[in-house]
């Protein structure tokens, strides 16, 4: 069990760029949730995978992002032509159920 | 909806005091309440959590209390470290899903 593992830790792009994040989850977890953090704040919901079905999605997922877990493994976060205030930490944690285990987290940047 | 507050924003505590970081919540029916650390930059470690028929949970000089009826949680830090620096979020599940609703989090330095 080596724990949750995000891919890119950090990510620097221009405005208007594609981005896209892989979470890895610990191996015999059926959930799988992303999450938003911006600077001194909390994280914030912002979508929720049971095995490969996406069956929650937070208001704060605008049609910009894009979340997927083929074959109920891995999961991946895009997000399409992005903005300055797309600039967070973005947060992948997975669970049994019960409790939640976070990866490292990947800091976007968007200049 | 859930709404979690934490009180203060930030702490700062010479080394060695013994210390409460305070949680409150909206809705009391809540399935659990979890305590998390995180250092500058890093991702969450998980610290504590209380069910909802417990009270108290204890983890070395950790420990949290739960009480739903007045919506608040506190965590107790006892003989401050150094290394005990970092934010401290609490969070409560809810929805189907069980997603985590967090506060804002508590900043706390120790001062050696």
């Given at each position: 069990?080596?724990?949750?593992?995000?891919?890119?830790?950090?990510?620097?792009?221009?405005?208007?760029?594609?981005?896209?994040?892989?979470?890895?989850?610990?191996?015999?977890?059926?959930?799988?949730?992303?999450?938003?953090?911006?600077?001194?704040?909390?994280?914030?919901?912002?979508?929720?995978?049971?095995?490969?079905?996406?069956?929650?999605?937070?208001?704060?997922?605008?049609?910009?992002?894009?979340?997927?877990?083929?074959?109920?493994?891995?999961?991946?976060?895009?997000?399409?032509?992005?903005?300055?205030?797309?600039?967070?930490?973005?947060?992948?944690?997975?669970?049994?159920?019960?409790?939640?285990?976070?990866?490292?987290?990947?800091?976007?940047?968007?200049? | 909806?859930?709404?979690?507050?934490?009180?203060?924003?930030?702490?700062?505590?010479?080394?060695?005091?013994?210390l409460v970081l305070n949680c409150?919540?909206?809705?009391?029916?809540?399935?659990?309440?979890?305590w998390?650390?995180?250092?500058?930059?890093?991702?969450?470690?998980?610290l504590l959590?209380?069910?909802?028929?417990?009270?108290?949970?204890?983890?070395?000089?950790l420990n949290a209390s739960?009480?739903?009826?007045?919506?608040?949680s506190t965590l107790y830090i006892?003989?401050?470290?150094?290394?005990?620096?970092?934010?401290y979020?609490c969070?409560?599940?809810?929805?189907?899903?069980?997603?985590?609703?967090?506060?804002?989090?508590t900043?706390?330095?120790?001062?050696?």
């Amino acid at each position: 069990d080596t724990g949750v593992s995000q891919d890119p830790r950090h990510k620097i792009t221009k405005r208007g760029q594609n981005v896209t994040f892989r979470c890895d989850p610990i191996s015999e977890h059926n959930r799988l949730y992303w999450y938003r953090q911006t600077l001194g704040q909390g994280p914030e919901f912002l979508t929720y995978f049971q095995n490969e079905a996406q069956l929650e999605k937070s208001r704060l997922l605008s049609d910009r992002f894009s979340a997927e877990r083929p074959k109920g493994s891995f999961s991946t976060l895009e997000i399409q032509r992005t903005e300055q205030g797309d600039s967070a930490m973005y947060l992948c944690a997975s669970s049994s159920p019960g409790l939640q285990y976070f990866g490292p987290g990947t800091r976007l940047t968007v200049l | 909806k859930q709404e979690v507050t934490q009180i203060p924003a930030a702490l700062s505590v010479p080394e060695g005091e013994n210390l409460v970081l305070n949680c409150s919540f909206t809705d009391s029916a809540i399935y659990n309440l979890q305590w998390f650390r995180q250092d500058p930059g890093k991702g969450l470690t998980s610290l504590l959590l209380i069910q909802s028929s417990q009270r108290e949970q204890t983890s070395g000089r950790l420990n949290a209390s739960l009480d739903k009826s007045s919506g608040r949680s506190t965590l107790y830090i006892a003989a401050s470290q150094p290394g005990d620096s970092a934010t401290y979020l609490c969070a409560a599940p809810e929805g189907s899903a069980r997603q985590l609703t967090f506060g804002s989090g508590t900043q706390l330095t120790v001062l050696p």
